[in-house]
């Protein structure tokens, strides 16, 4: 695959439901970043993950949000009991290294809309 | 913790005409300073980046300046096209950050024939 792919596209689920959100990196790629972007606002940090380490989870905002990733492949962010505010573009990046300077490569992002 | 400030837009400009979008930063240590762009219907795509201070990030015509004294990283382009529409995110990585983006809350420009 050319870049970074995410799946759904679009989601729309019922207040309560749960919902799950997959991004497929680019291949070889080590770090693998989330991203939440509200209407009119920028994107924030939600997690983080390099090759086998302890991920970063320092940006998920409520104990509702989780994400996994198998090795260096596909990662999922799952949201529990989904909340009207959790309504966002959900972006997903990846980069082959995790270091400040290098550049990170975005899916095409999940429109999550809870209704 | 860290923070980046854009100018308020929207930005609506004539075809030719010059191009400044304002962006301010917050952060420990020397961190990285980029551009995003996206077009429309289009995914997130880095425009520019600057690593250290006063280098010069430069792309398809966009410049912008790693100013540490201002710690500033304004995004300029001399003579704007109708192609260059979409919406553009300044954005720093802490060095210490593992490469995690701080963005702004974006810029959208609209530029007409």
């Known amino acids: 695959g050319a870049g970074v792919s995410q799946s759904p596209s679009n989601k729309v689920t019922e207040k309560g439901k749960d919902v799950e959100l997959r991004c497929d990196p680019i291949?070889?790629?080590?770090?693998l970043y989330w991203y939440r972007q509200r209407l009119g606002q920028g994107l924030e940090f939600l997690i983080y993950?390099?090759?086998?380490?302890?991920?970063?989870k320092s940006g998920l905002p409520s104990d509702r949000f989780s994400a996994e990733r198998t090795g260096e492949s596909v990662s999922t962010l799952t949201i529990q009991r989904t909340q009207q505010e959790d309504s966002a573009v959900y972006l997903c990046?990846?980069?082959?290294?995790?270091?400040?300077?290098?550049?990170?490569?975005f899916g095409p992002g999940t429109r999550l809309t809870v209704l | 913790g860290d923070s980046v400030t854009q100018m308020e837009g929207p930005v609506t400009l004539s075809e030719e005409a010059f191009l400044t979008i304002n962006c301010t930063y917050t952060?420990?240590?020397?961190?990285?300073l980029f551009w995003y762009v996206q077009y429309p219907g289009e995914g997130l795509q880095l425009l520019l980046k600057?690593?250290?201070?006063?280098d010069k990030g430069s792309n398809k015509g966009f410049e912008a300046t790693y100013r540490k004294e201002t710690t500033s990283f304004h995004l300029e382009k001399g003579s704007v096209q109708v192609s260059d529409s979409a919406v553009y995110f300044c954005?720093?990585?802490?060095?210490?950050?593992?490469?995690?983006?701080?963005f702004g809350q974006g810029t959208i420009l609209t530029v007409h024939p």
């Open positions: 990046a990846s980069s082959n290294t995790g270091t400040g300077n290098n550049e990170q490569f």
């Open positions: 291949s070889g790629h080590t770090a």
């Open positions: 993950f390099q090759g086998n380490s302890a991920p970063d």
């Open positions: 952060a420990t240590g020397y961190p990285s």
């Open positions: 600057a690593t250290k201070a006063d």
């Open positions: 954005a720093l990585s802490d060095a210490t950050s593992y490469g995690k983006l701080t």
